[in-house]
């Protein structure tokens, strides 16, 4: 279970990505969250995963997402700050 101060904005995501290098192969988890502060893996994907992710590299990052429309043409605006 992941948690944290959540954001004010209703437009606001956490990333949350894990790696793994084992031998030549890399496992690779990359979860996408409503920032509301708390963000459990479900059961049935940590089942999957068994051991395979109790040592990994995490890297968490807070994304903002907006879009602006003029006529046919949408702009789409990221924002996103992350750390390790």
Partial sequence: TFT???SALN???LR???EKLIGSERFHLDCMAIDDGEFQIPGSVQTQLGDLFKDYEIDI????YSTHTNGDAILFIFHSV???
């Fill in 61 to 64: 990052s807070r994304n903002v």
């Fill in 82 to 84: 992350g750390s390790k």
């Fill in 11 to 13: 437009n606001s995501y």
């Fill in 4 to 6: 944290w101060v959540p």
């Fill in 16 to 18: 949350i990505t894990a």
